[in-house]
Structure formats: C-alpha cells, structure tokens
C-alpha cells in the first residue's frame, strides 16, 4: 500500500510538471510544433537514465524508485500525446515536422537514457 502511495504522489507531481513545461514551451515557442511534449519526452528520458543508473548502483530505495520512476516519470512523459500530436501533424499535410516530431523524440530520447545513465555509472 506505501507503494501505491509513493507511485501516486509522484505522478501528481509529474503532471504538473508536465503541464508547466508544456505551457512554458509554447509561449517560448508557440504552438507550431510540439516543443512541450519532445521537451517533457527529453527530460523524462534522462532522468529515467539517472533513476535506472542509481537503482543499479542500490543508492535510492524501491519506494523512491517507484515514485520517480513510475510516478513522477510516467505522468511527465507521454507516448499518447507524442502519438497524437505526430498523427495530427500528418492530418495536417506537415510530413516534415511529423518525420522530424519522430525522429528527435526517439533519438534524443534514446541518447538521453544513456546520458543519465553514464553520469551516474561514470561516478562509482
């Protein structure tokens, strides 16, 4: 039941920091492209690096690494919307941004995990 605890208030931590993230990217750079969502994608994905890297590593306990990882992480991050907002790019006749939404959120996304992961496995 603490689990649970932990999982929920870290997700609605993480939801907020969504929707603060996401607002702040739009007004820096309207709403044009999903800048919110590959921002929210980037970070989330390093700091999953960083939690997978610790949790390796036995410095955070597992109620920790549920609320971060579960939580926090899971209510930040968003294959839904990614999926959304990539689709109505296509609807829209914007291959371009819909092949570039694509390509940055998986690569930048993949490089990040293993950013996070690095920082903390070159430190031990």
């Known amino acids: ?31 044009s492209f999903p800048f919110g969502t590959l921002m929210v994608n980037i970070l989330g994905s390093f700091l999953m690096g960083v939690v997978y890297a610790l949790g390796q590593l036995s410095h955070i306990s597992p109620e920790l690494k549920s609320m971060i990882g579960v939580g926090l992480l899971g209510a930040l991050t968003t294959f839904s919307t990614f999926s959304n907002e990539t689709l109505l790019l296509m609807q829209e006749g ?31």
Do not use: E, P
């Open 94 to 124: 914007l291959w371009f941004k819909s092949i570039l939404n694509v390509l940055l959120n998986v690569s930048v996304c993949l490089f990040m995990v293993y950013l996070g992961q690095q920082l903390i496995f070159s430190r031990v």
């Open 1 to 31: 039941m603490t689990n649970i605890l932990f999982v929920a208030l870290g997700g609605s931590i993480g939801a907020v920091l969504r929707y603060l993230i996401s607002i702040f990217m739009i007004q820096v750079f309207g709403s």
